[in-house]
């Protein structure tokens, strides 16, 4: 049986040789490239073809999200696995969205980590038990609310939805908040991907037909 074909792409150097060596210690993968930024990752999965990409979510020049999109989108034989630190709904939620085929946090055992490589090289989606359990309560959420999207934000993303209409930034909703930019990025472009609206305007004017504004 041929090995695996792997791409790793982590931003810390330690720990994408130390991930390296433990999969391919298992006889069952090859790594044929790794990357230190998403860039990099994405340029290197379309010379090389891996079966299986496993890669961070926060990485320089381009996230593991927008890895997962491109991987997606243009290699279409070539499946993805996200490996990180985060456990958050505001990370794992827009992952599962993007099309990953498997997500597992860092604390993962190597068993565990070759099972998901080796289900997701097969075709069947792998998935840790946080991620697991956000794709079960976005399902019971859009189940509940049926067709009123503003029903299926979160409280975080109604109270960022309620400061962008009157007009506040970023920076200003993560001050008032008490919460990290970062976060509020991440708050606000949800609030904004499940209504499926693209910028301040158009939030404005959902909030105006369906008599939300404050």
Request: with cysteine; hydrophobic share 40%; proline share 4%.
């Amino acid at each position: 049986m041929n090995p695996i074909r792997l791409l790793v792409a982590d931003d810390h150097t330690i720990v994408r040789q130390g991930l390296v060596s433990m999969l391919e210690e298992t006889g069952e993968c090859q790594v044929v490239a790794q990357a230190a930024d998403g860039f990099e990752a994405f340029s290197l999965a379309e010379k090389t073809k891996p079966d299986v990409v496993v890669t961070d979510i926060s990485m320089p020049r381009m996230s593991g999200l927008e890895v997962v999109k491109r991987v997606r989108a243009e290699l279409p034989n070539t499946r993805t696995l996200v490996l990180t630190v985060h456990e958050e709904d505001e990370y794992i939620l827009p992952i599962l969205r993007a099309g990953a085929n498997g997500f597992l946090n860092k604390d993962t055992s190597v068993s565990e980590l070759m099972m998901a490589i080796k289900s997701i090289h097969a075709g069947k989606p792998y998935f840790g038990p946080r991620a697991t359990k956000a794709l079960a309560e976005r399902q019971h959420r859009s189940r509940d609310h049926g067709d009123d999207p503003y029903a299926s934000l979160t409280a975080r993303e109604r109270e960022a939805f309620h400061l962008v209409i009157q007009g506040k930034t970023t920076k200003e909703i993560a001050q008032i908040l008490d919460i990290g930019v970062k976060t509020a990025e991440n708050h606000r472009a949800r609030m904004m991907e499940k209504l499926g609206l693209r910028n301040t305007a158009e939030v404005v004017r959902f909030a105006a037909l369906r008599g939300l504004l404050t």
